[in-house]
């Protein structure tokens, strides 16, 4: 008789791969980024897409901002890896996984500028999903300078995302989606939560030609609540049909132990 230990591997570069194109609809790269921004304590962002025309091709660009607290060397590294989550244990916030960013994987390149405690990061990474599919993990490369007086904050420029299909991010779409699917459009207003109130997306999608200011809450289309009268941006209704991810929940939910 013999006998022998097996060790479970992983090919990590497999893994993201699988994470980066694991979603049924490109529009939860919205999700992902609202969820970081507000978890980070974010109470402004901008959403931006465009499709600016480079030797031919229409390069997919997102635009991602926030003044949340930024990163410090840690998080940024987590913002990279897989599975690393610098929110284990903190119920209150919506991150726990580490996959969320990897989403943003699926592009030609990410460049991440974020500002905590008077100091700015700068990653870079190219071609993520190139590498991958060639089973190689993609590096970021970062610089790390003073920035005394600069406030904290984050953002992100993700090129070339989803091999560039941009017609998901018409702006009526994200608008949609955003009130529906993500963090932002919680109900929890209704229901006399107020932390969230002041909250703003300043959202453009692919065919706006300015960006639209959208306040935090969720629009009941049909019997708006009275509480809800005091927010004037709030008359959006949505006029898609929109795909519902059965396969996770989205954040939206009203938390009854509170
Ligand atoms: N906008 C942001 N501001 C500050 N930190 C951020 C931001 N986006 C990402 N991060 C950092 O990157 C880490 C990884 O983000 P990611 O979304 O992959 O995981 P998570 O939010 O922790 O969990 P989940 O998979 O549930 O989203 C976060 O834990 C956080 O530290
Ligand atoms: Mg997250």
């Known amino acids: ?3 022998y ?3 479970p591997k992983v090919d990590a570069a497999r893994e993201f791969l699988e994470i980066a194109g694991d979603f049924t609809n490109p529009l939860e790269v919205v999700r992902e980024a609202i969820s970081n921004s507000m978890d980070a304590g974010a109470t402004a962002m901008k959403i931006e897409f465009s499709q600016p025309r480079e030797v031919g091709t229409y390069v997919l660009t997102i635009l991602l901002e926030d003044n949340g607290r930024g990163m ?3 998080e940024l590294q987590a913002f990279f890896d897989l599975g690393n989550s610098s ?3 903190r119920p209150e916030l919506i991150g726990e996984k580490g996959h969320g960013t990897k989403v943003f994987f ?6 991440v500028e974020t500002t905590r405690d008077n100091v700015t990061r700068t990653a870079e990474m190219q071609q993520p999903f190139k590498s991958l599919h060639a089973g190689q993990l993609p590096q970021a490369s970062v610089t790390v300078r003073e920035a005394v007086g600069r406030s904290a904050g984050t953002q992100i420029r993700i090129l070339g995302f989803n091999d560039n299909q941009g017609e998901f991010f018409t702006h009526e779409r994200l608008r949609d989606y955003i009130k529906w699917f993500t963090k932002f ?3 929890e ?3 006399d939560r107020d932390e969230n109130r002041a909250k703003v997306i300043d959202l453009k999608g692919l065919d706006a030609k300015a960006s639209q200011r959208i306040e935090f809450g969720h629009v009941f289309p049909e019997a708006p609540h009275p509480h809800l009268h005091h927010h004037p941006g709030m008359s959006i209704v ?3 049909t929109v795909s519902i991810d059965v396969r996770k929940p989205p954040d939206t939910f009203v938390d009854f132990r509170a």
Not at 106 to 111: E, F, K, L, P
């Open 1 to 3: 008789m013999q006998s």
């Open 5 to 7: 230990e097996i060790t």
């Open 72 to 74: 410090d060397g840690d």
């Open 87 to 89: 929110k284990r244990h």
């Open 106 to 111: 699926n592009c030609a390149s990410i460049r």
């Open 185 to 187: 459009g919680s109900c």
């Open 189 to 191: 207003a209704v229901f």
């Open 238 to 240: 949505p006029r898609h």
